[in-house]
């Protein structure tokens, strides 16, 4: 998408906020299957999760946070 992998459950707006910063990295992604995620809603509960860059090399930083409910 616009030159970067975006792997996961991916909210919108750090989608939005990558194609508009457009960082110097190869995509964006969420590891696992957090409850509360696009994808992965729950009238019950959401889990705070953070949405990471990573580059070719393998190097991850943490580009923005969503916070839940529980």
Same mark, same amino acid.
């Given at each position: 998408?616009?030159?970067?992998?975006? &792997?996961?459950? *991916? /909210?919108?707006?750090? *989608?939005?906020?990558?194609?508009? %910063?457009? /960082?110097?990295?190869?995509? *964006?992604?969420?590891?696992?299957?957090?409850?509360?995620?696009?994808?992965? %809603?729950?009238? #019950?509960? =959401? &889990?705070?999760? =953070?949405? #990471?860059? #990573? =580059? %070719?090399?393998?190097? =991850?930083?943490? #580009?923005?946070?969503? %916070?839940?409910?529980?």
């Amino acid at each position: 998408m616009g030159g970067y992998t975006v &792997e996961g459950h *991916i /909210p919108v707006s750090a *989608i939005q906020r990558l194609l508009k %910063e457009r /960082p110097q990295v190869a995509g *964006i992604a969420v590891p696992g299957m957090p409850l509360g995620s696009p994808g992965m %809603e729950s009238p #019950f509960k =959401t &889990e705070s999760y =953070t949405v #990471f860059t #990573f =580059t %070719e090399s393998g190097r =991850t930083q943490a #580009f923005q946070t969503v %916070e839940g409910d529980g």
